[in-house]
């Protein structure tokens, strides 16, 4: 994102498990905006470049298919392979982006990334917004919608940058420790001021 001289305002979502990005994603979509996820657009580009993938990764598939947990376990422990992944999926996983901004024609677009701040990404970004929420709220709302006991939702956290961290680099915070109204209230608000900050009509 960044060097193609005329772009729409790009502005990222984000926020650690729980905190509310899909709920605002889809608040956003009601709005009338355009959100993008980031992960599948990388689902994308892992299909588009399997037969590359495979020659890198074999232990990673079975048959035609992408274990993607043997391949995430593979790039975990070895920073070169990882490299090798993301030289791979990220050049691929750009060319769906703007493959997608043209066809949408939008001046403003969202772009949902979970680990965004993680990755260093803001810097390409117009903006970025970070969903905030209590942790004992997170793990509250990611114990009821899958299953996942406390443990595993706090190993997923702790994989993730620290909400305060995420705090200090986003643009942007939406408590989401109330309602649903409440949020949806706060994200109202935000576009005003985004489309103010960015002269969108
Ligand atoms: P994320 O995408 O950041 O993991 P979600 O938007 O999926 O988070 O929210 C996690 C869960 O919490 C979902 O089941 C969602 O419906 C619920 N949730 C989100 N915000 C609120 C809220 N303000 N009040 C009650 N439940 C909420």
Redesign the pocket.
């Known amino acids: 994102m960044g060097e193609e001289a005329k772009h729409p305002i790009i502005i990222g979502l984000t926020?650690?498990?729980?905190?509310?990005?899909?709920?605002?994603?889809a608040f956003l979509r009601e709005m009338g905006y355009p959100v993008l996820d980031a992960d599948l657009l990388a689902e994308r580009a892992r299909e588009l470049k399997r037969a590359e993938l495979k020659a890198l990764f074999p232990e990673a598939f079975h048959g035609e298919e992408l274990d993607r947990r043997r391949l995430a376990q593979v790039v975990f422990s070895d920073p070169e392979r990882l490299r090798a992944l993301e030289a791979l999926i990220h050049p691929e996983v750009r060319r769906l982006l703007w493959e997608e901004l043209a066809r949408l024609g939008a001046p403003l677009v969202f772009l949902e990334i979970?680990l965004l701040l993680e990755k260093g990404w803001e810097e390409r970004l117009d903006g970025v917004i970070l969903?905030a929420?209590p942790l004992e709220e997170?793990l509250r709302?990611?114990m009821?919608?899958s299953g996942l006991s406390r443990e595993e939702v706090l190993a997923r956290e702790r994989a993730q940058m620290p909400e305060e961290e995420k705090r200090r680099r986003a643009t942007w915070v939406l408590e989401?420790?109330?309602?649903?109204e409440?949020?949806r209230a706060q994200v109202w608000r935000l576009l005003g001021e985004i489309r103010s900050r960015f002269g969108l009509s």
Do not use: M
């Not at 650690?16 to 994603?25: E, F, L, Q, R, W």
């Not at 989401?176 to 649903?180: D, I, L």
């Open positions: 926020g650690n498990i729980g905190s509310g990005k899909s709920t605002v994603a979970p969903v929420a997170r709302r990611v009821a919608r989401n420790r109330g309602t649903f409440a949020l």
